[in-house]
T-cell receptor
């Protein structure tokens, strides 16, 4: 069936460096994508979203890129901080619900 | 303001017992979702409520799982005759809009960690 997945289960970066978390999706009909951040013991928290009519969207220190040609989504975090350490999930809309990828753990080294 | 709350935060139960998990969504949110998250895994959709419409139960893994939403607000997820494979974190989320109709965001609760021994 259609699915959303991630290439890297764990990403380790040095504090201050930029982080890039990738996600591949297979449902070409999806028109809305979200990145969530989940810290230990907490529920996922919305970071940024993007619609399929866009290829880039920027927030505070975060940028989401969407490449519909290869069905690829990425989250870029600038100047990664220790507080960014968490599991990051991409999600795509599928009807009235979101389908989540498997998650990538981001570890920030001081 | 208050976010999505869930209770209990932790639940340990013996195999074969029934459990009830509660979710209080954000006031005014018409959509409510239940997900299951196994250790180190992604979120598995279970069930979705939207207003007074019939719930979408397509994600429920077996007939031991059921959920209801009373008065369009509080929801209860019930697992009957629990099995060890039911051990997971059960997350509830609510939203005010549906995808495709403006900015859409699901607000998640902290989850209930269920352990079946």
């Amino acid at each position: 069936g259609e699915s959303v997945g991630l290439h890297l289960p764990t990403l380790s970066v040095q504090e201050g460096d930029n982080s890039i978390i990738n996600c591949a999706y297979s449902n070409s009909a999806s028109d809305y994508f979200i990145w969530y951040k989940q810290e230990s013991g907490k529920g996922p928290q919305f970071i940024i979203d993007i619609r399929s009519n866009m290829d880039k969207r920027q927030g505070q220190r975060v940028t989401v890129l969407l490449n519909k040609t290869v069905k690829h989504l990425s989250l870029q975090i600038a100047a990664t901080q220790p507080g960014d350490s968490a599991v990051y999930f991409c999600a795509e809309n599928a009807g009235n619900m979101l389908t989540f990828g498997g998650g990538t753990r981001l570890m920030v080294k001081p | 303001g208050a976010g999505v709350s869930q209770s209990p935060s932790n639940k340990v139960t013996e195999k074969g017992k029934d459990v009830e998990l509660r979710c209080d969504p954000i006031s005014g949110h018409t959509a409510l979702y239940w997900y299951r998250q196994s250790l180190g895994q992604g979120l598995e959709f279970l069930i979705y409520f939207q207003g007074n419409s019939a719930p979408d139960k397509s994600g429920l893994p077996s007939d031991r799982f059921s959920a209801e939403r009373t008065g369009g607000s509080v929801s209860t997820l019930t697992i009957q005759r629990t099995q060890q494979e039911d051990s997971a974190v059960y997350l509830c989320a609510s939203s005010v809009r549906l995808p495709g109709r403006g900015r859409y965001e699901q607000y998640f609760g902290p989850g209930t960690r269920l352990t079946v021994t």
